[in-house]
């Protein structure tokens, strides 16, 4: 029914991406329905009344300049109990907003830095990996009916994972970190960061639909 299915505010910008293959996988997720935002303009839609036309916010973004009220609205959104989705780029947000890191669970470093005396270095990257991503937790609602599977996608390495995350996905692929997915909490909000997701070779893999599907679902709290 259509009054069930649960509105998302899809929002990128900052980074390019075979868009059309993208929002196919929203198209053909018949439990959800969508709007796009592209950056600078989407700070606007987490105001209170704009938001009220959301339920989740899926991050496809990379983007970095943030004012005082967007952080402001973002956190305010989540204490209400809006869900977030973060996908793939989305974890190199905000590089200079620690509340971001704290949001998702996790950073990639774009730069070499100094964390609390910890020399952290520039995060990597590697295109078109085919990979075996492992099912870490599959009790977790996010994971429901999927298994371990083959992706063909970019993997990312040196970047940081929270300990205040429930691992959901890893890999032993040597040029990935381990825990390239996971599910949280922030504040009233359940939050879920996916790494895959690059280009149409991932968009298309039906365990990433699942996968997106599932974390849109367990954050909206409709599970
Ligand atoms: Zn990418």
Redesign the pocket.
């Known amino acids: 029914m259509a009054a069930e299915q649960v509105r998302l505010l899809v929002v990128h910008g900052g ?1 390019e991406f075979e868009t059309n293959q993208f929002l196919q996988v929203f198209r053909d997720n018949t439990n959800v329905t969508f709007e796009v935002a592209q950056h600078p303009a989407a700070h606007a839609r987490w105001q209170a009344e704009p938001a009220k036309e959301w339920d989740v916010l899926v991050l496809y973004d990379f983007w970095q300049e943030i004012g005082d009220e967007a952080k402001a609205d973002l956190v305010a959104r989540l204490k209400e109990g809006k869900g977030l989705v973060v996908l ?2 989305a974890l190199a947000n905000y590089q200079k907003w620690p509340e971001f890191e704290r949001i998702v669970g996790g950073k990639f470093y774009l730069e070499k830095q100094t964390v609390n005396n910890v020399e952290k270095p520039q995060s990597t ?1 590697k ?1 078109d990996v085919e990979f075996t991503v492992r099912i870490a937790n599959n009790q977790h609602p996010v994971t429901q009916g999927l298994t371990n599977f083959v992706i063909h996608d ?1 993997v990312y390495g040196g970047f940081d994972v929270s300990s205040q995350t429930h691992a959901l996905l890893t890999t032993e692929e040597p040029a990935s970190g381990k825990t390239i997915a996971w599910a949280k909490t922030y504040e009233a909000a359940r939050v879920v960061y996916i790494q895959l ?3 149409h070779l991932a968009y298309e893999n039906p365990s990433f639909r699942r996968l997106v599907a599932n974390a849109i679902r367990w954050v909206a709290k409709r599970d």
């Open positions: 980074h793939h780029h990257y295109h970019e997701g690059h280009d």
